[in-house]
């Protein structure tokens, strides 16, 4: 075989084998069919030596016969290569096609993203339930949203052009403004207060947020505004400031509002060196008055006395209303001496008494009221607006205790008195709490002097001062709660009483008061359920005294929660009957047993004839009403004689026996001692 036929021998080969590699890699039929062909003329070329019979290797010849089969070869080894090279780049710009194909595909779905965030963004702004606007750089609207239209009353084209003045009230003060475009100014946001005018003139509160919108290139060209109308909010502010520091009833300045008038009123005279008072009014038995007549009325009362008293003070002070029946007055500037402002003030509380005295109508009906006044003049060295206040109280209290209807300067030894009362205050809530109270009993009797009850009273062992008698710690105890925990304790002590007597074979009938404080808890009567369970005590021994002023309020709530004690067998007794508001329409509803009458009636019955008239009134009521009688306060031969002679009353007094401690009590009765 010749040089030349191997050569061909070996492209074919190598074409073939380049087919093979190429058409694996890109898979095309292209370079297959080629391959093939290259492989086929490969095997003409082997078949075509083996006929000759040349063995191997071949032997030399010219080999030009097979110099057509070399180029056929070259040939097909050149259209491999192109051919490959061809589908390489084809293949190539096939991917890059995909490529570019995806990158647009990427880029609308990016495009739908941002249509639909930009959809969602313009509807939030559209349905915003805050007014959103926005202006170009010359403050010229160009886009509101439904609740701009809504809230303002203006439509789009009414607004779309127009400046935002249009919303422009008149009452934003002119410094929002220019903290407003100050801001813009400088291409800051502001937000703050704005008060507004919508289109059908009414004024609304809103806060605003106004924020530049700024260019690629930095530019401020438009502004947007979010309004938030507060004018709810801003109306609910005042109110409930309005009651912080306003009396709801008379809608005077309160206690609160008062102490800071006071504080700044102190420093200004201080200052200035002036002298200036306040007055404490407090309306004389407004209580009666509120339980007799009922609330309505009583708060009626009370604004017109809040009325009267404002008007009499025009602008020169301050008239507050501190509690039901309380008000105060704050004059400043009365001089700059101390008596000066003095004989001031004297003039001003002689004008109070006299407009509270005069007659108010109220529903056609003429109520007549006086008041009683506390006066201090301040400042004084060390003053604040606590002090004064304590002062102007105490001088109130004095007032009260000299009859009434009159008014009180503080003086130094009514300090004493106020220091006093607080000491009572704080000692007996010891009291109460470490068992220095006592139970001490009076004896009830018949015209025969036979026992056939007791009064329940208490007393207090003061470790230092000994006995303490009702009538200094009570009346503490009524001004405060401790009443309550004194009246707890009494009811409890009483009932023990009872059920110590029932056991040793001696029952009796025990009578203890029951302040209105007391008979008001809400768990009063759960309570006294829960007691008599306890100690086993006859609830049809036991006699509840109360007060007119207590049965009359409210009455038919009072009728109601006394019909619920009476059904336990608990006797029922008005106290001091005769001494407030007496209503025998109210008294006949009531489920009451008996009436007591007052000391102050029984004293000068025999020789004075209003009292006796009085006492025999009574005795004729509860005849009629058939409830018994205690007559309290018998002392002498001669007041026992005038009642017996008179009806069946049953006698409380010192002629009979003095309150003693329950167990001497108990033995002296009996004749013997309690268990």
Not at 38 to 45: E, F, I, P, S, Y
Not at 88 to 96: A, F, L, P, Q, T
Not at 118 to 138: D, G, K, M, V
Request: glycine share 6%; hydrophobic share 40%.
């Amino acid at each position: 075989m010749s040089l030349i036929l191997s050569v061909s021998v070996f492209i074919r080969l190598i074409a073939m084998i380049w087919a093979l590699h190429l058409w694996y890699r890109v898979r095309d039929w292209r370079i297959g069919f080629l391959g093939a062909m290259v492989a086929l003329m490969a095997l003409r070329q082997s078949l075509t030596l083996s006929k000759k019979g040349l063995g191997w290797p071949p032997q030399l010849s010219s080999g030009m016969d097979e110099i057509p089969g070399l180029a056929v070869s070259v040939l097909a080894l050149l259209s491999i290569i192109f051919l490959g090279r061809m589908i390489s780049d084809e293949r190539r710009r096939s991917s890059e096609l995909i490529a570019a194909n995806q990158e647009l595909e990427n880029q609308i779905v990016r495009r739908h993203k941002a249509e639909d965030k930009l959809l969602t963004l313009s509807q939030a702004i559209e349905q915003s339930p805050e007014s959103i606007f926005i202006t170009n750089a010359e403050a010229e609207i160009e886009y509101v949203n439904a609740a701009f239209i809504r809230n303002t009353g203006y439509s789009m084209e009414e607004a779309l052009g127009e400046n935002p003045r249009i919303l422009k009230s008149g009452k934003t003060s002119a410094e929002t403004y220019t903290h407003l475009w100050d801001n813009l100014s400088q291409g800051k946001p502001w937000q703050g207060e704005l008060y507004n005018r919508r289109k059908d003139n009414s004024e609304c509160i809103e806060w605003s947020i106004i924020s530049p919108v700024r260019e690629s290139s930095g530019k401020i060209s438009h502004y947007v505004a979010i309004n938030q109308d507060i004018t709810e909010k801003k109306q609910t502010e005042a109110k409930i400031n309005h009651l912080a520091y306003y009396n709801s009833l008379t809608d005077l300045p309160n206690r609160t509002l008062l102490m800071e008038r006071l504080n700044r009123t102190l420093g200004l005279l201080e200052r200035d060196e002036n002298k200036g008072a306040l007055f404490l009014v407090n309306i004389d038995r407004f209580k009666n008055i509120n339980d007799a007549r009922g609330h309505t009325l009583g708060d009626a009362l009370l604004k017109m006395l809040g009325k009267r008293l404002s008007e009499l003070l025009y602008d020169s002070g301050t008239v507050a209303h501190l509690a039901s029946d309380e008000f105060a007055i704050l004059v400043p500037e009365l001089g700059l001496q101390l008596e000066q402002a003095r004989h001031r003030a004297l003039i001003i509380s002689g004008k109070i008494l006299d407009a509270i005295r005069q007659p108010i109508t109220i529903d056609n009906e003429e109520i007549h009221v006086t008041a009683s006044l506390g006066i201090t003049i301040f400042p004084e060295p060390y003053d604040d607006e606590g002090t004064i206040l304590r002062r102007a109280d105490t001088a109130l209290h004095r007032a009260k205790e000299s009859g009434r209807n009159q008014s009180a300067f503080f003086e130094t030894d009514m300090s004493e008195s106020a220091e006093q009362r607080y000491l009572i205050e704080r000692e007996l809530r010891h009291a109460v709490a470490n068992g220095e109270l006592r139970l001490f009993i009076q004896p009830q009797v018949d015209k025969y002097g036979k026992l056939v009850g007791a009064e329940a009273l208490v007393r207090w062992q003061h470790p230092e001062r000994g006995l303490v008698p009702p009538g200094v710690f009570i009346p503490v105890a009524e001004e405060s709660d401790l009443i309550l925990d004194v009246g707890d304790w009494v009811l409890s002590e009483a009932l023990q009483l009872m059920a110590k007597g029932d056991m040793a074979g001696h029952p009796f009938h025990l009578a203890v008061n029951l302040s209105p404080r007391q008979f008001r808890q809400t768990n009063f009567i759960p309570w006294l359920k829960d007691l008599l369970n306890l100690t086993g005590a006859d609830p049809n021994h036991l006699t509840l005294e109360v007060t007119e002023g207590l049965v009359i309020e409210n009455i038919n709530e009072v009728i109601a929660r006394m019909s619920e004690i009476a059904a336990l067998g608990v006797h029922f007794s008005i106290d001091d009957f005769g001494t407030g508001y007496s209503s025998l329409s109210y008294l006949k509803r009531l489920p009451v047993h008996e009436l007591k009458i007052d000391r102050s009636f029984i004293q000068d019955a025999p020789v004075n004839e209003s009292d006796a008239a009085l006492v025999e009134t009574i005795l004729a009521v509860a005849e009629h009403m058939h409830l018994k009688v205690v007559a309290e306060g018998v002392e002498t031969e001669e007041q026992a004689a005038f009642l017996n002679a008179r009806a069946d009353v049953i006698h409380q007094g010192y002629l009979y026996g003095k309150p003693e401690p329950m167990d001497i009590w108990f033995e002296r009765w009996f004749g013997e001692p309690l268990a």
